[in-house]
C-alpha cells in the first residue's frame, strides 16, 4: 500500500467511507490521475502537475481543487475557507456527497488543468 492510501484507511469513520467514495469517483471520471502523498495528504496529479487532493479535517472532508480560481461553474458550491487561490468541497458526511456537482467540478477541473495556476 501507499501512504495516501494509508491516510484514506487509517481515517476514522464516517471520514474513511466518505473518502474512499470521492476516491473511486475521482479514479472513474479522471481516468489518468496519478494518486501521490504530498503536503502529507493524498494528492492527485495529471501530467506531473497537482490537480486535487483530499483531505480530513476537524469534523468534514475537503476535496481541493489546485486551479480552482479558473473554474466558473458550480462555485457555490466550493469554500475558499480562508485560502487565497485553492477551493475545496467540503463535506460532512457521506449523504452530503452530491456525485453529479463532484464530477461536474472534476471535469470542469480537468479542463482548465494545463492553464497556469495562478494568473
Known amino acids: 500500500m501507499n501512504p495516501s492510501e494509508d491516510y484514506i484507511l487509517m481515517q ?4 474513511r467511507s466518505m473518502l474512499l467514495h470521492v476516491q473511486s469517483i475521482i479514479e472513474l471520471t479522471i481516468t489518468d490521475v496519478d494518486l501521490k502523498y504530498k503536503y502529507r495528504v493524498p ?10 487532493y483530499l483531505n480530513q479535517s476537524k469534523d468534514y472532508i475537503d476535496v481541493g481543487f489546485w486551479y480552482a480560481h479558473h473554474l ?3 462555485l457555490e458550491y466550493l ?3 480562508g485560502r487565497k ?3 475545496s468541497l467540503r463535506y460532512k458526511s457521506l449523504e452530503e456527497i452530491n456525485d453529479t456537482i ?3 467540478i472534476l471535469q470542469e477541473a480537468y479542463s482548465v488543468k494545463d ?4 494568473s
Do not use: R
Open 12 to 15: 476514522p469513520e464516517p471520514f
Open 43 to 52: 494528492f492527485y496529479y495529471v501530467n506531473g502537475k497537482p490537480f486535487c
Open 72 to 74: 466558473t461553474e458550480n
Open 79 to 81: 469554500t475558499t475557507a
Open 85 to 87: 487561490t485553492i477551493q
Open 102 to 104: 463532484l464530477i461536474a
Open 115 to 118: 492553464k497556469k495556476f495562478y
